[in-house]
């Protein structure tokens, strides 16, 4: 059988706000979805054979999704489409992309939602569960052993709260969050990232575990803050949790410099987020004036990055 794709679909990127990492082994997490990350848009080719094309210009991608094919963006889009009823033939993709790839966004998540939504079913296509739930079948090629929060923000948007086995709550914020996400520049794979952290606990769960743990203390302390809008806690507890991820050994000294220098020029608190190893962090700031701040700051610290569009730092507000 061949799929009927609808015309458009989208997804949301993400920022983890706190617990990454942890979150693989069960304890929560908290994340914010940026909204229309990606959309994409279907159209039949000529003819309807041939293989599937997928363009997305922004992340330098433009394939053939065949069988035989290795490059890892196919085969998670493949393993989408069968869980959708594929195989799917004569269709060309193109993506508009507001966020970056492989810079801890979520650009794999929002690839799989947005490409899950544009072939399941009509009804399916409108049941989160199920969009996540076919987005986990491609994430897992990213990933090998997702939590799953990513597929989760990227269908739903909004700031979730999420556990893994446990599910997922709408989180309502006192008072909007002012970010500056600021991208390293450095590439990084998450699955070699997560599977560090797992060869570190390992070799040293006596020490590991507890940091895990003081993670996953840490997301329900600034849950609580993020609901009664505490942001001067919600500060401390983003720089404390750039630590603790220093210790699971996925900061790198360009991050913490990045990190340090945001908020010696003013921001309240900053962290990596995502998988870490480079990608993005971002910095908390008190109001929409020094986040432009924060973002000229970093332009003038660290030229090389605001010289391209792709790696200049970007202000998000995260509505309450
Ligand atoms: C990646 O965005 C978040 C990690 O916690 C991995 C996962 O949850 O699957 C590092």
């Known amino acids: 059988m061949t799929l009927e794709l ?4 989208e997804a949301c990127g993400k920022i983890i706000l706190l617990g990454e990492h942890s979150v693989v082994y069960g304890h929560p997490a908290l994340a914010a979805g940026l909204s229309r ?3 994409l848009r279907a159209r039949p080719l000529d003819g309807r054979g041939g293989a599937m094309e997928l363009s997305i210009p922004a992340w330098d991608l433009d394939l053939r999704l065949t069988a035989d094919s290795e490059h890892p963006v196919a085969r998670a889009c493949l393993e989408v489409l069968a869980y959708c009823d594929g195989p799917v033939t ?13 810079a801890g966004l979520g650009s794999s998540a929002a690839l799989s939602v947005a490409l899950a939504r544009l072939a399941l079913p009509e ?4 049941t989160v569960e199920t969009v996540v739930a076919a987005s986990m079948a491609g994430e897992r090629v990213f990933h090998g052993d997702p939590s799953g929060i990513d597929s989760e923000v990227a269908a739903r948007g909004g700031v979730i709260a999420f556990a893994r086995g446990e599910g997922v709550e709408a989180v309502r914020l006192r008072s909007p969050l002012h970010l500056v996400v600021v991208p390293s520049g450095i590439p ?3 699955g070699v990232l997560v599977a560090g952290v797992r060869a570190r606990r390992d070799r040293f769960p006596q020490v590991i575990e507890p940091v895990l ?3 996953g203390a840490l997301v329900v302390r600034g849950r609580a803050a993020l609901e009664a809008g505490d942001t001067a806690a919600l500060a ?3 720089a404390v949790a750039h630590e603790l991820l220093g210790a699971l050994g996925v900061s790198r000294p360009p991050l913490d410099a990045l990190a340090a220098h945001a908020v010696g020029e ?6 990596l987020t995502g998988a870490g190893g480079g990608g993005c962090l971002f910095a908390l700031c008190d109001n929409p004036g020094a986040a432009a701040s924060v973002i000229s700051a970093m332009a003038e610290g660290f030229p090389e990055l605001a010289a391209s569009p792709r790696t200049r730092a970007f202000a998000v507000e995260v509505e309450a």
């Open 6 to 9: 609808r015309s458009e679909a």
């Open 37 to 39: 990350g990606l959309i």
């Open 90 to 102: 004569g269709w060309r993709i193109e993506g508009e992309a507001k966020i970056p790839a492989r």
């Open 123 to 126: 009804a399916d296509a409108r």
């Open 188 to 190: 990084r794979q998450t």
């Open 213 to 215: 743990e003081a993670l």
């Open 236 to 238: 401390e507890l983003i």
């Open 266 to 271: 003013g921001a309240l608190g900053a962290k």
